[in-house]
Structure formats: C-alpha cells, structure tokens
C-alpha cells in the first residue's frame, strides 16, 4: 500500500469512550500534559511557582479584577484565616480577633458595589470596606446565621444553604436589599416588604442547594440532581424561582462557570452545559465514562471548575484514581479534565493537588539584583516588565513530601509562545507530556483487518524547542483484537539528525506511545509510516 500519512493530529483530541479500533487515525486514546490546537499537538501550559505561601493548607482563591494596577488577591486557608497577596507578599486581612477553625468548610465569595466578599460555611459571611485593610464581619447580617454559598444578583446580595440558629434550611434563599455603591446592604429583613430583602425555601428542590451562578439575566440555583432558575422580576415578591427541565445539578460549590452565554456544569455523573432553555452532555460518548469512573467522590467536595480564556478551555478538576496519574490520589485535585469550547476537543493534565483557582494579574517585575531563576525557567517577555497586567489562571496548592511539592500559589502559563508571566517553573509541579493510541487498525487507510501490518520506520512531523528533550516514540503490536500489546523501546526523535525514527514492529494490531518529558516547547503534527502488509497468518 501507500505510505499512510496521518495529519492534522489537533482534530479530535482525546476520546476514551470509544473503542480506540473505533477512533480516527488522527484521535488519540489517551493524553497527559498536551493540547490539541493548530492541527497540531503541542504540551500544556506549566506551573510556575508565584510564592511558597507561609500558612499551612491553603485551600481557596479569590480576586477583584482591577481597571488599573494588579488585581486584588485574596488566599483561603483551612483555618479559615484570609490572607490578601500583593508584591509576593501575604498580609492577614482576617477579621479582628478570629479563633481558627479546626475544621474543612465550602468557600465562596463574590463582589458586589465596589466590596469583596468572602463565606466559609461554618461562619458568618465576611466584607471588605472599600478602603480597608481588614476584613469584618457582614453588616447588618442576621445574628446566629450561616450560609453554604454568598452570590451577589441583581443589586443584592445571595445567602444560600442557610442555617438559622443552628437549624439547617438546605434549599433556603435569602437576598439582601439592594446595595449602593461603596457601601454593603442595609437589611437582610424579610418581614419588613420596603428593604426588598426576600426569603424563601424551594420546597419542591430535591437535595441541598451546592452551587449558584449568575447566567445572563438569571441566577441559576443547583442541587445535585436539580436546577433552578431564579428571575429578578419587579413583581411585589421581587423574585420568581422556576424548576428547569433538567434532570441534573452540579457536584460541589464553585462547579460551575458562564461562558458567552452558557453555563458548563461539573455535574455528578457528567459535565454538560445548558443556555436556561435546553441542555448537553459535553462528555457524553468522548470522556464521561472514564472521568466519573475515576472520580473518588468521597474527595468530591474537592471538585473546580477553572477557566483559561488564553487558551479557551476548561479545567474540571477532581482527585482521581485513574491508571495515568503523575501524582496518587490523595487529597486535593491531581486531576483535570480540560475541554476547549471553542474546537471541542478533551485532554487531561496532571494537577500537583491544588483547591481552588481564579484568574488575575501578578506582579511579576523582575530586578537583576533579585532574580535567582535562569532564562531557561522564567516566563513572559521584555514587554510583560513594563506592566504585569495580563490575567493568567492562577491556583493554590498544597505540600507533598512524596513529590517535594511545597504549599504554593502557581501560575499556569505556556512555556515559549504565548508565556507572560516571569516566574520560574515548579519542576516538581509540571509533569511531562504522554501520547496514547491503542487500536491502530489502518482500515482508516485501506489496510485489511486480517493483514500483518510490519512498521519498518516513522517519519514524524514535529519541532522541538530550544533546550528541549528529544521526543520518544514507543510503538506496540499484538496478533488478536483487544490483546494486550507489547511494545518496543522508546526511541528518540528531534527533527534534525534524529529526523526518523527506526522501528521494526510487526502485528495485526499497533498502538503508539509518545513520551515528552520535559516542560520546554514542543509541536506535532503528523507522521508518515513505511509500513508493509502481508496476508493473513
């Protein structure tokens, strides 16, 4: 037969779900630390490590996006204490006199007027005067009050999951009156109809409210298995709540996202998306099966969901017991699930157990004086010196002596094209690239199922960037369908006096394995196979 040539390996991503016999010769069965863009597979973005943060557990993230100058970052940690990062410097910003907590609790936060707002589920909800350097506890909050989740909607603020005088109300609804501008709101009381402070329980709602998000101009309400929206309506009762058709709900706080329009949901048995109106499974038949399969849902209340606009992805993160795992399940996520929503296309990356994540500006100006990182780690250009302003995911994670993670604020940046913060890579943090494709049939390409397929070599389509490690290709082969393949040794390629890769393997059925373990700049896109088929044997 002809030399079969595979391109565009950017396509189609990974797709786990389907038999690999049944993929197309472009997809992949499996992916670890790679995206899939520009018909071409390149590695993922790496954790650079902002700050090795000074308190113990960190375990939330929140920021004020600001017009000019750095964002406002705000640092969770499990005793509940909030610090704000500024500079590569943590200040306490908690309120005065607080008693540590000794135990884990759902975050949340919002802004609303000008004024940050932080909730820990186990506490009152906790505000930032503008101007201010400390937090203090709500205003005017109803005493003996808690709530699993504070949003703000429509001018006022959201209490929801609302405990009262140690009573639980699971699917209760509280919103303040509306609020100025600079100032927190003056009432949460509902009895009194001229603060249009409401309260109200969705007695029908199977299960806690978990999460809440605003969608256009709703305010979508999630159980794990429900979704309500709640409308803004000028009526007398200020709000109207409506039960959506949709047999489905989010796992955890902070598990859902909007995006032009749409909400993308981490829901308990799969991740789908919806516009108010109508909904779908977005992992159906590409990734769900491996992904809930994996979940350890007693870790589910670890489960995020991140955006990266740079990149137009999504990261649902969760801990995994999954087979490709960098880093052991073992508390926080080491798991994403990342779907751009722009092509459609699914792959994964190891996560060194992070919590929480959000998107600001760092400073990340450098001084010769201070610098102690090499060109070779440090991101960003000469441009991003003169101002720091470009957003970037940012998470927080945890130590780990197993895997010499320290607890640390990290950005998630490419490293070369497309990188605009300074920091150095976290080594220890950023795992190499793995490429995994099972069930190589080549009846894509003409080739009979029966015919003894014999690879003599390869000649990959691919660029290695400067300092980089060669790229390993491993193949595999087995005479009956569904065997488990044996594979040769990795062999190396870099696109120069390594240009081809010698291989000698022969069988029914192939698989392929690329290894790239490395943090540097890689692409590829495409290989041609001198191959020979025999008849049947």
């Given at each position: 037969?002809?030399?079969?040539?595979?391109?565009?390996?950017?396509?189609?991503?990974?797709?786990?779900?389907?038999?690999?016999?049944?993929?197309?010769?472009?997809a992949f069965s499996m992916a670890v630390n790679a995206r899939f863009r520009n018909n071409r597979v390149t590695r993922s973005p790496v954790f650079r490590n902002v700050s090795n943060l000074g308190t113990s557990n960190p375990r939330y993230l929140a920021s004020t996006l600001q017009t000019t100058g750095t964002d406002v970052l705000f640092i969770g940690y499990e005793n509940g204490r909030v610090y704000r990062f500024a500079n590569g410097t943590e200040t306490d910003y908690s309120i005065a006199a607080y008693t540590p907590s000794t135990v884990e609790a759902v975050w949340s936060s919002c802004h609303l007027a000008d004024i940050p707002y932080i909730n820990r589920a186990d506490r009152a909800p906790w505000q930032l005067p503008v101007g201010g350097s400390q937090f203090t506890t709500l205003a005017n909050w109803p005493a003996s009050t808690t709530?699993?989740?504070?949003?703000?909607?429509?001018?006022?603020?959201?209490?929801?999951?609302?405990?009262?005088?140690?009573?639980?109300?699971?699917?209760?609804?509280?919103?303040?009156?509306?609020?100025?501008?600079?100032?927190?709101?003056?009432?949460?009381?509902?009895?009194?109809?001229?603060?249009?402070?409401?309260?109200?329980?969705?007695?029908?709602?199977?299960?806690?409210?978990?999460?809440?998000?605003?969608?256009?101009?709703?305010?979508?309400?999630?159980?794990?298995?429900?979704?309500?929206?709640?409308?803004?309506?000028?009526?007398?009762?200020?709000?109207?709540?409506?039960?959506?058709?949709?047999?489905?709900g989010a796992i955890a706080a902070n598990c859902s996202i909007e995006i032009e329009g749409q909400h993308y949901v981490f829901g308990v048995d799969d991740i789908w998306t919806h516009d108010g109106v109508s909904e779908q499974s977005i992992a159906d038949e590409r990734v769900k099966d491996f992904i809930f399969?994996?979940?350890?849902?007693?870790?589910?209340?670890?489960?995020?969901?991140a955006?990266?606009?740079?990149?137009?992805?999504?990261?649902?993160?969760?801990?995994?017991?999954?087979?490709?795992?960098?880093?052991?399940?073992?508390?926080?996520?080491?798991?994403?699930a990342v779907y751009d929503y722009v092509r459609k296309?699914?792959?994964?990356?190891?996560?060194?157990?992070?919590?929480?994540?959000?998107?600001?500006?760092?400073?990340?100006?450098?001084?010769?004086?201070?610098?102690?990182?090499?060109?070779?780690?440090?991101?960003?250009?000469?441009?991003?010196?003169?101002?720091?302003?470009?957003?970037?995911?940012?998470?927080?994670?945890?130590?780990?002596?197993?895997?010499?993670?320290?607890?640390?604020?990290?950005?998630?940046?490419?490293?070369?094209?497309?990188?605009?913060?300074?920091?150095?890579?976290?080594?220890?943090?950023?795992?190499?690239?793995m490429l995994y494709r099972d069930g190589i049939d080549l009846d894509?390409?003409?080739?009979?199922?029966?015919?003894?397929?014999?690879?003599?070599?390869?000649?990959?389509?691919?660029?290695?960037?400067?300092?980089?490690?060669?790229?390993?290709?491993?193949?595999?082969?087995?005479?009956?369908?569904?065997?488990?393949?044996v594979y040769n040794a990795y062999m190396a390629y870099n696109g120069d006096d390594l240009y081809k890769v010698d291989l000698g393997v022969s069988g029914r059925y192939l698989s392929m394995r690329v290894s790239?373990?490395?943090?540097?700049?890689?692409?590829?896109?495409?290989?041609?196979?001198?191959i020979q088929i025999t008849g049947e044997r």
């Open positions: 037969m002809a030399t079969p040539k595979i391109r565009n390996l950017g396509q189609f991503g990974v797709i786990t779900d389907l038999d690999p016999y049944d993929l197309p010769p472009n709530c699993g989740l504070l949003k703000a909607y429509a001018g006022a603020l959201v209490a929801l999951d609302v405990t009262e005088s140690g009573t639980e109300h699971p699917t209760m609804v509280r919103t303040s009156s509306f609020a100025l501008a600079g100032a927190e709101p003056a009432s949460w009381d509902y009895t009194t109809p001229s603060t249009n402070a409401t309260r109200n329980i969705l007695a029908e709602m199977e299960g806690k409210i978990v999460d809440a998000n605003v969608l256009g101009t709703m305010f979508v309400i999630y159980s794990q298995e429900q979704t309500w929206a709640m409308t803004f309506d000028g009526s007398s009762a200020i709000y109207n709540y409506r039960k959506l058709p949709f047999v489905k399969s994996n979940l350890n849902y007693s870790k589910a209340s670890r489960c995020f969901v955006h990266n606009p740079q990149y137009t992805e999504l990261a649902f993160c969760f801990v995994s017991g999954d087979e490709f795992t960098g880093f052991a399940p073992v508390d926080g996520c080491n798991r994403a296309t699914w792959t994964f990356d190891d996560l060194p157990y992070v919590f929480s994540a959000t998107r600001a500006n760092v400073d990340s100006t450098l001084a010769w004086n201070t610098v102690s990182a090499t060109w070779d780690t440090i991101g960003g250009s000469w441009q991003d010196q003169d101002g720091s302003f470009k957003r970037t995911p940012l998470f927080v994670g945890d130590t780990n002596s197993t895997y010499s993670l320290t607890k640390s604020l990290y950005a998630f940046d490419p490293f070369g094209p497309g990188s605009h913060v300074a920091f150095a890579v976290d080594e220890h943090a950023t795992l190499g690239t894509d390409l003409g080739a009979d199922l029966q015919g003894y397929k014999q690879i003599n070599y390869i000649i990959p389509q691919g660029r290695i960037g400067d300092g980089a490690s060669d790229l390993q290709f491993s193949f595999g082969s087995a005479d009956g369908y569904g065997d488990t393949p790239f373990d490395d943090y540097h700049y890689f692409t590829f896109s495409g290989l041609d196979l001198d």
